[in-house]
């Protein structure tokens, strides 16, 4: 079992930036596809970027080109920049593995909002 913890949400701005990072305890991180997901109350939680174990990245339309996730295997730690932040990103911001057969107990999350 993996315990993740996320971290580096906040306030910001719209078109302002944050940096999320997401420590992952154990030495299962390095072999799983990573994605960082996203909730919203009364909505289903999505995913909007994924990395596979060699750094191979996807993202959903609605933050491509904005939105940047990476990986370092030797800390267990997921990261996701996220530039040029809109009000509809505001969610709370969730790490774990890219598909539902290997997930994990999901964390505690992230809250990004977004507003001015």
């Known amino acids: 079992q993996v315990q993740l913890v996320e971290s580096g949400g906040g306030l910001v701005q719209p078109g302002g930036s944050l940096r999320l990072s997401c420590a992952a305890s154990?030495?299962?991180?390095?072999?799983?596809?990573m994605g960082w997901y996203r909730q919203v109350p009364g909505k289903v939680r999505e995913l909007v970027a994924g990395i596979s174990r060699y750094g191979y990245t996807n993202y959903a339309d609605s933050v491509k080109g904005r939105f940047t996730i990476s990986r370092d295997n030797l800390k267990n730690t997921l990261y996701l920049q996220m530039n040029s932040l809109k009000p509809e990103d505001t969610a709370v911001y969730y790490c774990?593995?890219?598909?539902?057969?290997?997930?994990?107990?999901w964390g505690q999350g992230t809250q990004v909002t977004v507003s001015s």
């Open positions: 774990n593995a890219r598909y539902p057969r290997d997930y994990w107990d």
């Open positions: 154990g030495s299962l991180f390095g072999f799983n596809d």
